[in-house]
């Protein structure tokens, strides 16, 4: 299961693969077209609490951490059994801020993701 554009699969491009991606694409002529901001549909949009969390999961963290939190490659734990025991805060702050102060390789999520929408992830996690 990948998000819209799966990031993970392009983290081990090398320097020379994006810069040749960079000149690919400016070389490509321009058009002119409306792009929409981004919405969250199906699941994600109409339901609430845990049905909404497992929606918002598959489409932002579903990629690293596997389905239903289960874990893959990119990530060393399964995060449904972490999820049981962190702290509410702990949890929160960590998807708020993503990895970068541990070091790790995950984006952050204040900004495309609303409280609410994180306060549902954690509900789905804890009941995946
Ligand atoms: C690009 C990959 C990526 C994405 C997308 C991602 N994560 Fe992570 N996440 C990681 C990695 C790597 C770690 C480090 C731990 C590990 O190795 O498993 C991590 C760790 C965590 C932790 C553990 C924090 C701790 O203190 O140990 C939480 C909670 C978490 N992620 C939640 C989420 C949630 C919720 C989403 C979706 C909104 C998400 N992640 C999306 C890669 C990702």
Redesign the pocket.
């Known amino acids: 299961m990948f998000?819209f554009m799966p990031?993970?699969s392009y983290?081990s491009w090398s320097d020379e693969d994006l810069r040749a991606v960079w000149l690919y694409l400016r070389s490509t002529p321009a058009i002119s077209h409306d792009v929409p901001p981004s919405t969250l549909t199906g699941d994600a949009a109409g339901a609430r609490g845990v049905a909404r969390g497992a929606g918002?999961?598959n489409v932002?963290?579903a990629?690293?951490?596997g389905e239903r939190g289960r874990?893959t490659s990119?990530?060393?734990?399964a995060?449904r059994d972490?999820?049981k025991d962190?702290d509410e805060d702990?949890?929160t702050a960590?998807?708020v801020d993503g990895?970068s102060s541990?070091g790790?390789?995950?984006?952050p999520?204040g900004k495309t993701?609303t409280p609410d929408q994180?306060k549902d992830?954690?509900a789905y996690?804890r009941n995946p």
């Open positions: 998000p990031w993970p983290a918002i999961f932002y963290c990629a690293c951490h874990g990119l990530t060393t734990f995060l972490l999820a962190m702990a949890l960590f998807i990895g541990a790790v390789g995950m984006p999520f993701l994180i992830v954690l996690l």
